[in-house]
């Protein structure tokens, strides 16, 4: 090392750091934020404060404090291809069974909540609407797949066709899952490539929870499985049925359901229309015809 180099870098040590008040700023605007903020939106942030600066310094001095900013959890894809066996689709549509036990239909349902994920995978009778059995994971794995099963099994008629019909996920093409099937004598059935509609009495089941954590939910969804009529509900999670139940739900209380969500919804964004609709997974058109017709 040269001698000039040494004592350069010896006098920049006692130098104070003329970045000490701008790192202060970025980890206001992070923790303001909640780590959301990149470093092009923190530079951004910083620029309309006046302060002139590039991302890239931005970004240096960010990893300098130790900040980075939290990534969106990306969609569970349950197709990956052909990576085992794939069933034709004995089902055809047919969303109806003349007797119990019969006609069943599956598939994984992914929540998202505080930027974390959990899998809920419950098997649906076709004939009265019926959970037989549900698993609830933090990965979509072939043991939750299994659990789901074990609660199915012991509810089947022992004699007789059983259908059970999903789509063409990587956990239903496994030789684990056919295993199971076959052993139970149970006939598989799977949705064509692409076309969630062969899969509609099952995708149908669409619940938006407002919890503030995944053990919330997961308590929610332990206490209280679903109704399962194929009736969209805003208002969330839905209690098992019996086969000595009806699964229909009078629509004054589904519309009372869907007011009360509207409205806690509505105060939990501060009246922000545009959060309130991607909060309910729906159109702020949708939305607005739905607080006229409450009167909200």
Not at 140 to 157: D, H
Not at 218 to 226: G, L, N, Q, S
Not at 258 to 283: F, H
Request: proline share 3%.
């Amino acid at each position: 090392m040269a001698r000039s180099t040494f004592y350069y870098c010896l006098s920049r040590l006692s130098q104070e750091d003329k970045y000490a008040g701008i790192k202060q700023q970025i980890a206001e605007i992070n923790r303001i934020h909640r780590g959301r903020y990149g470093h092009r939106r923190i530079t951004l942030s910083l620029r309309m404060a006046g302060i002139r600066i590039t991302p890239k310094t931005v970004l240096k001095l960010m990893r300098e404090l130790d900040i980075r900013c939290k990534v969106r959890c990306k969609r569970h894809l349950s197709y990956k291809g052909e990576v085992g066996k794939t069933a034709p689709n004995l089902l055809k549509r047919c969303f109806h069974a003349a007797m119990p036990g019969r006609k069943l239909v599956t598939d994984v349902t992914e929540f998202h909540i505080c930027g974390q994920k959990v899998y809920l995978s419950p098997v649906l009778d076709l004939y009265n609407r019926e959970i037989l059995g549900y698993a609830i994971s933090r990965q979509p794995n072939m043991e939750m797949v299994r659990r789901m099963m074990r609660q199915t099994f012991p509810r089947l008629p022992k004699q007789g066709e059983i259908l059970l019909h999903s789509d063409q996920g990587c956990l239903y093409q496994s030789k684990a899952y056919r295993s199971l099937l076959q052993q139970r004598g149970i006939t598989q059935s799977m949705s064509r490539k692409g076309n969630c509609l062969d899969n509609a009495a099952r995708e149908k089941l669409m619940l938006h929870p407002w919890f503030g954590n995944i053990r919330e939910l997961e308590h929610a969804i332990e206490k209280a499985v679903i109704i399962c009529d194929g009736t969209f509900l805003s208002a969330g999670l839905f209690q098992l049925q019996r086969r000595n139940e009806t699964p229909e739900m009078p629509v004054s209380t589904l519309e009372d359901m869907e007011k009360q969500m509207i409205r806690r919804t509505l105060d939990k964004c501060g009246g922000n229309l545009s959060a309130v609709a991607s909060q309910l997974g729906i159109t702020r058109q949708t939305l607005y015809n739905k607080m006229k017709k409450y009167g909200l």
